[in-house]
Structures are given as structure tokens and as C-alpha cells.
């Protein structure tokens, strides 16, 4: 049987591995993982739909593009069948608001809707004391966390194996498997040597605040976005900074800018803090390497980088993931 082993977990490494399955239904596929769905960075996201091209630096614009469309095919169809309460996706009005003009961006031709917002508009709306331009954006947040189990069950269901374990040295998959997948994102710097990818810390608190049911998304470190359950308050950015401890001066900065723009929030009790790192890398890494090594060698197909973007961006590079894993087995005579 051919075999494919994906290593990562997070919201990247479950949609490559049911999308491998979806096209190669005769693929073994395993997934290998030091975290599964608690413990990654796809595990506490925001997260809202809106890939953003700034946000995924050096990638090519039409398959930037591509990438956006096919998950939002996704997330949209999920959205609006009657898997959305169990998948944790949810249709929800948004409010992106900027000091500069919003041109374009990636999500702006597939959302649901996407409108600007007269001055009038954000007089009433108490967003014009601090920012110039706003946009009311139809588009979905995911909650994360049931989202991961979602997929996980799902890749399970459809005969996955999973190891929950640190891979250490590649070199132990020589002769065990055809393909491996890497989406292990910051994992890559240690286990492919690859130190263009870095990460970028941030925190968010999920606080109680069941009144708002919308998403609030700026360019000013202040972003409120609710989760089936809990509203996620952030947030931060720091490039390099690869602190996951949680920084009380960052949360009281959050807080602040956060109840300045929607000011009902000081009545939210806060339930917990979190802090991620975002993996970073100019551009996102999604292609075939043959590694040889002194055992053998190994055909790997990279699905790691993917920056502020990655829960948005993660089915339709998963996607191509799943295309270049049918090339490589092909041109393996495997298929
Ligand atoms: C505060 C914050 C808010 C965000 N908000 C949004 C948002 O609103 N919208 C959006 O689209 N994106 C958002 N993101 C970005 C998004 O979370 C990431 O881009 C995405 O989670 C990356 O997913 P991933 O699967 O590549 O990585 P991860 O979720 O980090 O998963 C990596 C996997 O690789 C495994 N691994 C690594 N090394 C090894 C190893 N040596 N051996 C075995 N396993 C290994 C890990 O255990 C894990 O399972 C946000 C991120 C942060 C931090």
C-alpha cells in the first residue's frame, strides 16, 4: 500500500492529510505530531476569514488568490450547512476598520458581502474617533478548537492513523513511507534546518461576553472576535520573539484598546490568556524537495509558513499539498 506521512497536527497538517485522503482514497495516510490540536498555534487563533496579501509576504498574488478561493468554498458551504454548529464555523458580520484605505484585499471578491461604511455610518457606530475607513465585511469565524476535533474525526473516520510524538531526525521515515508532508511550521526550523521561518508572538484573552456577535478587526493591535462560546479579545505582533509566556502588560494593553472601540467589553469577565506564535515565512513554503541522506532518501512536500493567515489559508494550500503529493507518487510509478 502506498504510504504518506504527515508530521504536524495544527490546523495545516489535519486539512493536508484529509485532503491527500480525499484525492488518493488508496493512500495510507499518518499523521505524526508532538501536539495534537491542543498545544499548536491553530489551537488558540482568533479566527476570522480574511486572508490578507501583506500578510502572507513574497507569495504570488494569483495563488494567493486561488488559496483564498478554495477555502472560502470551504468555510462558506460549511458555514451555511448543518455540520456548522459541530465544525465550529459561523457566518458573522464584520467590522474591519483602518487608518488607511483597505484596497483589495484577497477576501474582498469571495465574502459574502463586503461593503464600505459612510463617515455617518461610523459616527453611529462610535468607530470614527479613531479610525478614518471602515468596512462591513459578511464573512465567518471559526472556534478553533472545535474546529481541530472536527477535522481530526473526520481524518480518523476515513482511516487515518495518528502517533502523538516528537519527530526528532526525518531520517527514521527512510524506506517507512512514500511521501512525507511537512507541516510542521516553526517545528521546520529544527527538523529541515530552515531558519528563514521565524516566529511572531501573539496574545489574546478569550473573555465572557455572550451580547457581542460581531467581529471587530483593525490595524491597530485591537481585535474582538466571537467564538461559539467566548469572545477572543487581542492582540499583539512581535517578530522573533519566541516568549510563550503570558505578559501581563500586554493583556492590560489589549483590554485598553480593545474597550476604547467597543466599550461594553469592561463588563467581560476574562476567562483565560494565550499567547501563539505565528510562523512566519517570506514567502509561505509549498513545494517538493528530494532529500538524500546517508540511509536513503525521502521526497517531501513542504505546507508550512503560512503567517497571520494560516486557519483562512489552510484548505486551499492543503489542497495543492494534496496535487503535489499525487505528482510525487506518480512520478514514483506509485499510483
Ligand atoms: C494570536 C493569534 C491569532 C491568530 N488569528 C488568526 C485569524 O484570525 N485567522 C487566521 O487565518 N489565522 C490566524 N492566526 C494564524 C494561525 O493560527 C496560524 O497561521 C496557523 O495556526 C498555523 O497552522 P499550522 O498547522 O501551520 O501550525 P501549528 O498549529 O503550529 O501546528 C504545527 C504542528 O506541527 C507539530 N510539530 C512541530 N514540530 C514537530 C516535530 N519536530 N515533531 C512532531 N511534530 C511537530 C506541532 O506539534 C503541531 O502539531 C493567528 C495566530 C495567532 C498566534
Known sequence: MVGVIVIGAGVVGLSTAINIQRLLPSCHVTIVAEHIIEGTTSFGAGAIFRPTADYIPGVNLEKAKKWTRDGWDHFSSLAMSEEAGRAGIAITPSFMLSQTEIKDPLYKDVVFTFHDLSEDEMRKLGFSKHFKFGYLVTTVVITTKIYLAWLLKRFLESGGKIEQRRVVNIDE?????????????????????????????????????????????TDRDAYIIPNQDLVAVGGCREDNNFNTSISQEDSKGIMERCCKICPSLKSADVYNEWVGLRPIRSPLRLEKEVIKSDHGQLTVVHNYGHCSDGIGLSWGTSMEAADLVQSCLNSQSKL
Open 173 to 217: 521515515f527512510v524506506g517507512r513511507c512514500d511521501v512525507i508532508v511537512n507541516c510542521s511550521a516553526l517545528g521546520s526550523r529544527q527538523l529541515f534546518g530552515d531558519k528563514t521561518i521565524i516566529p511572531n508572538r501573539g496574545q489574546l484573552l478569550r473573555v465572557k461576553a455572550p451580547w457581542i456577535k460581531y467581529c471587530v478587526y
